[in-house]
């Protein structure tokens, strides 16, 4: 065996057996530096600086700080108040508004649990209360949550694009109408599903009224999104800014934010971190030691000769990634595979933004895949439910994102259309 496929092996038998991952890759990048290949022990500090000294991993702890900031605050909610004001002449108006209102949150947030907590809190009670089954309320919500990491600004996309080598702005603008897409399919399978219970009205004042209590609260999104597409800042100067816009209308102007909540934030925000970017710094420095062995053009050549069509490489990679996503959270499978799997997917002709796209679609079902799923075990946390409830209500809507994840995989100009340069 190969000493690709062996490191490729002792990963996900280390990983399934439950070490944590930054000790995983930090042993492995060790060992590889001292006794397989041609340098020193003190490249993996350096490559440590290296990967630390990377300006875009700012934008991590600045979108969560920002994300939980509104979460603890008023944003969340009159978002929501836009969003049922909107939805409510359509079947199923509460549930269109509770996949509509996670899709604007994640545009903020750029985390899947954040976006489920921040919005799943408030609209499951709103949900059962207004006659929908709980097994599908707690389904919608569990599995709209996942727009978190798809809609951008997307924090598993910065982690793939420092990974892959690709700017992280094209990864965002990439991210648009596959996001887009997976919240009309939840849309969808919304308003299926209650197309026999009544309808609401349109009511001009109550949405007039839900616009002006929530102008400034929608035009977060619209702040970070058009500044980073329209060039005039960076991913990591939006995060900034996400956090000052965030305190300033949470505290300044709607005052529904309290400073012990502001703490709390910033210490949920460090917790998450600490371990983020142990994992990434080793991550760096075991993808330059792949990169100098040339560990992923022989695996490219090894695999060329067994899978010779680039569509039979895209399923044999959707399948690989789902198993993955049933195992590994979406940061380890990112920091694992993303290194190993983009040449292959450039020797098959595949844009690697659009790849991006294809792991992150892939490992976002795998937030609803037992026995790792994220959002199954937040999902019971939040709503206090069992378990096994959660992961039976979340089946139709993964199996709805998996039809998703075939128009991406397989329509690679939804992905690329925006792209400069592509």
Not at 147 to 169: C, D, E, K, N, R
Not at 240 to 259: D, F, P, Q, T
Not at 286 to 309: A, G, H, R
Not at 344 to 371: K, Q
Request: aromatic share 10%; with cysteine.
């Amino acid at each position: 065996m190969s000493l690709g496929y062996s490191l490729i092996l002792f990963l996900i038998v280390s990983l399934v057996a439950g070490l944590p991952l930054f000790v995983i890759l930090g042993m492995v990048a060790t060992l590889c530096y001292t006794f397989q290949g041609n340098a020193d022990l003190v490249d993996v500090i350096e490559d440590i600086y290296y990967a630390a000294d990377k300006e875009v991993l700012l934008a991590i702890p600045l979108f969560i700080l920002a994300g939980n900031l509104m979460t603890h605050g008023a944003i969340a909610r009159r978002l929501i108040r836009i969003a049922a004001s909107i939805t409510a002449p359509l079947p199923a108006g509460l549930g269109v508004a509770a996949v509509l209102s996670c899709t604007l949150f994640a545009a903020i947030s750029g985390s899947s649990p954040v976006t489920l907590i921040a919005i799943g809190t408030m609209m499951y009670p709103a949900l059962v209360e207004a006659g929908y089954s709980r097994g599908f309320s707690v389904g919608l919500l569990a599995s709209a949550g996942t727009l978190g990491i798809i809609i951008p600004p997307s924090i598993p996309m910065i982690i793939f694009s420092i990974m892959a080598s690709v700017p992280v702005t094209d990864m965002f603008i990439a991210g648009i109408f596959p996001g887009l897409l997976l919240s009309a399919i939840l849309m969808c399978y919304a308003m299926y599903h209650g197309r026999k219970m009544p309808r609401g009205r349109w009511s001009t004042p109550e949405f007039l009224a839900a616009l002006k209590s929530g102008f400034l609260s929608l035009l977060v999104p619209l702040i970070i999104l058009g500044g980073i597409y329209s060039g005039f800042f960076t991913a990591t100067e939006a995060a900034a800014i996400a956090v000052a816009v965030a305190l300033i209308i949470e505290l300044g102007i709607y005052r529904e934010l309290k400073l012990p909540l502001v703490w709390k934030s910033m210490t949920d925000t460090t917790e998450m971190l600490g371990m983020i970017f142990f994992i990434l710094l080793f991550a760096v420095s075991f993808n330059k030691y792949l990169i100098i062995e040339q560990i992923p053009q022989n695996l490219v050549q090894d695999m060329s000769s067994v899978i010779t069509s680039r569509y039979g490489f895209l399923i044999v990679v959707n399948i690989l990634l789902l198993i993955a996503g049933c195992f590994m959270d979406i940061m380890s499978a990112i920091l694992v595979f993303a290194p190993l799997l983009t040449p292959m997917a450039l020797h098959y002709g595949i844009h690697p933004v659009h790849f991006g796209i294809i792991m992150i679609v892939n490992l976002e079902i795998g937030y609803l895949t037992p026995p790792l799923g994220i959002n199954l075990f937040v999902a019971a946390a939040a709503f206090k439910l069992p378990l096994g409830e959660v992961i039976r209500s979340s089946i139709v809507p993964a199996l709805m994102l998996l039809g998703g994840l075939v128009v991406v995989t397989f329509w690679p100009e939804l992905s690329l259309f925006l792209v400069p340069g592509k």
